[in-house]
């Protein structure tokens, strides 16, 4: 059997396995899960045959070792992942590669998204999250106080995307770990690899055993463990529809915690008073970073008329001489490939029903002919955004429409079912207090772009964009649940009225 490029080359230390209760579980040779390189589709980069048995066996860890886990000094897991983060700095380099093997990402965006790994862990322990683990209390009298504590889930289930497979999941697994909850990880099946060296991650780290757990697979041990009566807890980061089944799965739990952070069809709304300039860079990057597969890529701008026909031409200009090549080319790239070519016809296909419906196609998207899940960016102009029609597409292809005003134009922003992120590029104060207020989203930008985010800030959003469960710096707030007590310290009792008491019940 062929190795995969990650082994031969040492991006990951071991053949594929699984790793449950600290010990790592071969998985049998084959195809059944495997990753190829976007640019390079015979490249093999990993493969195996999933182990079904092997899910079971892992929630079952997780959940021996969540109690021992959870008694551990707070500072002892804060050493944990001290730990975690050294590993992760150290293996910067292999994990940047592999980024870009499997998800075919530009070197620059691959090893941004490497270094985060280690980056999350000084922003879940600093001063805008970690707080809200450690309690707080309130005087509640002269001898009482109230003391509201942080109680850890137990086993979270951890499900990563694709197109940030190391970077979203960890962002999961930082805080869950630190509140006191143990993991089981469910990669992405288009990026095994990634998943893997997460977990060699955890083993550097020396967390004790069954504290994190990978199963690798694809959407069937996905199903058994979204609804698998071991666990407390799901943290997913995907798509709408698959939320959606992880939602359906769980309707008779409702004490089981579920955070999605989901898609978008995010809206940028370019006013005549803006700096151009700005405004065009900034919506085609948005628009087209990590080819347009981010849940906060640009998907709609919506224009003022009175900056429509300076901006669309040179927007136009723009997406059109975008430099496009893999993860390891010479010189500077701005977008790879996409993931697969389902993913490129699903972009052709969108761009059809665009055009069958009255759109104008103003830079057309095509296939790029060769070796390789290569497409161009594309550019279509609506006469209108309407609720009815909203969809996301997950790639590189945006829409313009021009609105009759500003109402019009806040109107068209808010014409969608999703509410992740939304922009406004304007030099007015009011526009922007005014946009701020009545754009539906969970992230509101101004003068920059829709894609891109604070690991400092909240993280999520509205409607088919998630359940109100941001992650980033707010990541540990659906990691553990709050429990309030009052205690008192005296002896004092009032007597309530109606109460009859005699004071030699008391004595001995």
């Known amino acids: 059997m062929q190795k995969g490029i990650a082994q031969q080359d040492g991006l990951i230390e071991r053949a594929p396995a699984d790793f449950i209760d600290g010990v790592w ?13 976007p640019a390079r589709p015979r490249d093999l980069v990993w493969s195996a045959h999933g182990v079904d048995a092997h899910m079971d066996e892992a929630i079952a860890a997780a959940g021996r070792a969540f109690h021992a886990w959870r008694a551990v000094d707070h500072d002892a897991r804060v050493e944990a992942l001290e730990r975690w983060k050294r590993a992760a700095a150290d293996r910067v380099d292999r994990l940047a590669r592999l980024i870009g093997l499997e998800t075919g990402k530009i070197a620059s965006e691959a090893r941004a998204e490497a270094g985060l790994v280690a980056t999350k862990v000084d922003i879940t322990l600093g001063p805008q999250s970690a707080g809200r683990v450690q309690g707080y ?29 190391a970077h979203l999941p960890n962002g999961h697994i930082v805080p869950a770990l630190l509140a006191g909850n143990t993991v089981v990880f469910k990669p992405s099946d288009k990026t095994p690899a990634v998943g893997q060296a997460l977990a060699e991650i955890a083993e550097a780290a020396d967390l004790p055993p069954g504290v994190f757990n990978l199963v690798q697979g694809d959407a069937r041990p996905a199903a058994s463990l979204v609804a698998h009566d071991g666990i407390d807890g799901i943290l997913f980061t995907g798509s709408w529809p698959v939320g959606r089944r992880i939602l359906e799965a769980n309707i008779d739990r ?30 085609a990057r948005a628009a087209f970073a990590t080819t347009g597969q981010r849940c906060t890529c640009t998907r709609r701008i919506v224009l003022h008329p009175d900056i429509a026909d300076r901006f669309i031409p040179t927007f136009c200009k723009v997406a059109s001489t975008l430099v496009i090549g893999p993860s390891d080319a010479q010189g500077p790239v701005f977008m790879g490939p996409m993931i697969n070519a389902d993913s490129v016809d699903a972009v ?15 830079v057309q998207s095509t296939r790029i002919e060769g070796e390789g899940h290569f497409v161009t960016p594309g550019v279509v102009l609506m006469d209108r955004f309407e609720r009815e029609h909203d ?5 590189p292809l945006v829409q313009l429409s021009i609105a009759a005003d500003f109402d019009d134009a806040i109107d068209q922003a808010n014409a969608t079912r999703y509410g992740l992120a939304a922009s406004i590029f304007t030099r007015d ?32 959003g509205l409607g ?44 001995d």
């Open 429 to 460: 104060d009011a526009a922007w207090d005014r946009f701020l207020r009545e754009c539906r989203a969970g992230c509101v930008n101004r003068n920059c772009g829709t894609a891109g985010a604070s690991g400092t800030l909240p993280f999520g």
């Open 254 to 283: 409702p004490g089981r915690i579920v955070a999605l952070e989901l898609g978008g069809s995010n809206p940028a709304v370019v006013m005549p008073d803006c700096d151009l300039k700005q405004a065009v860079i900034e919506c």
């Open 348 to 362: 052709l296909a969108f761009q059809d029903a665009l055009h069958a419906r009255g759109g104008r196609v103003l």
């Open 25 to 37: 579980k071969s998985l049998p040779e084959g195809s059944g899960i495997a990753s190829h390189d």
């Open 391 to 395: 969809q996301e597409c997950f790639g």
């Open 464 to 507: 088919l964009s998630g359940n109100h469960r941001p992650a980033g710096a707010f990541s540990v707030d659906y990691c553990a649940h709050p429990v309030a007590s009052m205690i008192e310290s005296g002896d004092g009792a009032a007597i309530p009225p109606g109460m009859l008491l005699d004071d030699r019940w008391w004595r």
């Open 137 to 165: 209390e309130v005087a509640a009298g002269e001898t009482r106080v109230g003391r509201c504590g942080f109680r850890p889930h137990g086993v979270m289930a951890v499900l990563g995307p694709f197109n940030f497979p």
